[in-house]
Nanobody, 121 residues
Framework: QVQLVESGGGLVQAGGSLRLSCAASGRAFNSGGMAWFRQPPGKEREFVAAVSWRGRTTDYADSVKGRFTISKNDAQNTLYLQMNSLKHEDTAVYYC??????????????WGQGTQVTVSS
């Protein structure tokens, strides 16, 4: 049973914008906070942004602060990541996670399959 499904990835020029979406099952969406992680080519998975269960608190990696915005729509069980001023180094597979409010990937019990974001320089 698929719990989290990401969409919205693609190819964009540096300086452009993309919005990622993560459609969640009710069970996953209500399991706790949610987050976005990413895995650049040849590197380990890294934290991008997290939002608390009630949506009142957010946390961002320094590398994306001021450029990315995480949000959630409780009525639609959907998590978003608005990405502006994209840089080549933002190129990665982006993953949605649910079940915690943490920078540690091992804290999350639910994961999506990932969506590729490629930023051309």
């Amino acid at each position: 049973q698929v719990q989290l499904v990401e969409s919205g990835g693609g190819l964009v020029q540096a300086g452009g914008s993309l919005r990622l979406s993560c459609a969640a099952s009710g069970r996953a969406f209500n399991s706790g906070g949610m987050a976005w992680f990413r895995q650049p080519p040849g590197k380990e998975r890294e934290f991008v942004a997290a939002v608390s269960w009630r949506g009142r608190t957010t946390d961002y990696a320094d590398s994306v602060k001021g450029r990315f915005t995480i949000s959630k729509n409780d009525a639609q069980n959907t998590l978003y990541l608005q990405m502006n001023s994209l840089k080549h180094e933002d190129t990665a597979v982006y993953y949605c996670a649910a079940g915690a409010f943490s920078r540690r990937p091992e804290s999350y019990g639910y994961w999506g399959q990932g969506t590729q974001v490629t930023v051309s320089s």
